[in-house]
């Protein structure tokens, strides 16, 4: 089975910076870590090799720093590494991301099954998958939790939804986003980082992959950011000294103070 999964290098939590004049986050110079969400695609793909065989390829968009997930990836256990890279490619929303990704994935295919994460972390949309998908013409199957072998062209998976689960079964190729619920990542093991350390990794640009300047990037992109702004931090401490009972008393007047205060308003 020859599976790509689609992974993404994004900023770290504690070091996000916005471009203010582009409303789209700062990449260089900011600590940068594997999307965690994509930790549980890349070892559905492992298990399904070591049932069926095969080879995975781990595929990334991004600057060249994102070649450390990659690194990750080969270290877990994929086989190839590819960087998608090229200044063209910054300011893609999700179509264009997509359009990209999905440009790669024809190009370097055919793959019986590609997996992708709910979602990246750093902008929480959701659709890159779908997006691919959607370009690649393929089946789609979001919020998957478990991924059984029916046959050699079949799947059986299991999906989440807010008020249950459903079986399905679904023919390759075909792309599926899947959920942190499906499994445990494995760690990389020393072998596996050596191996990492010495592989290369393939970089396409827009010219390799014969994309059209106007539809990737930002001017390729049909949605784009107006304004983002850091919410204005307005919480007060009171620290309210004394034994548990004194403790109590104390709160209760705290709130008593807020009730007043809203009623008068």
Request: proline share 6%; net charge negative; with cysteine.
């Amino acid at each position: 089975m020859n599976i790509a999964v689609c992974l993404k290098q994004v900023p770290d939590t504690v070091d996000l910076r916005l471009d203010p004049e582009t409303n789209t986050l700062m990449r260089e110079g900011v600590a940068a870590v594997l999307n965690p969400l994509d930790a549980f695609p890349l070892e559905a793909a492992l298990r399904l090799r070591e049932e069926r065989g095969g080879g995975i390829t781990a595929l990334s968009m991004g600057p060249p720093a994102a070649t450390q997930v990659l690194h990750k990836a080969l270290a877990m256990g994929a086989d190839h590494g590819v960087l998608l890279s090229d200044r063209a490619f910054a300011g893609s929303d999700t179509w264009a991301t997509s359009l990209t990704l999905a440009r790669a994935l024809a190009m370097l295919g055919p793959f019986d099954l590609i997996l992708c994460g709910k979602q990246a972390v750093d902008g929480d949309t959701a659709q890159v998958g779908p997006g691919i998908a959607a370009h690649l013409n393929l089946p789609q199957i979001t919020s998957v939790t478990k991924v059984e072998t029916v046959s050699q062209h079949r799947l059986r998976l299991e999906r989440m939804f807010d008020d249950g689960t459903a079986v399905v079964e679904v023919d390759c190729p075909a792309l599926l986003t899947v959920l942190k619920q499906a499994n445990e990542p494995r760690l990389p093991s020393l072998a596996g980082r050596l191996r990492a350390y010495q592989a290369d990794i393939q970089v396409l640009d827009a010219a390799a992959l014969k994309l059209d300047p106007a539809t990737i990037g930002l001017e390729g992109s049909p949605t784009q950011v107006n304004h983002v702004s850091s919410p204005p931090g307005t919480r007060r401490q009171r620290r309210i000294q004394g034994d548990e009972a004194e403790a109590v008393r104390g709160l209760l007047d705290i709130i008593a103070e807020k009730n007043q205060a809203a009623r008068t308003q």
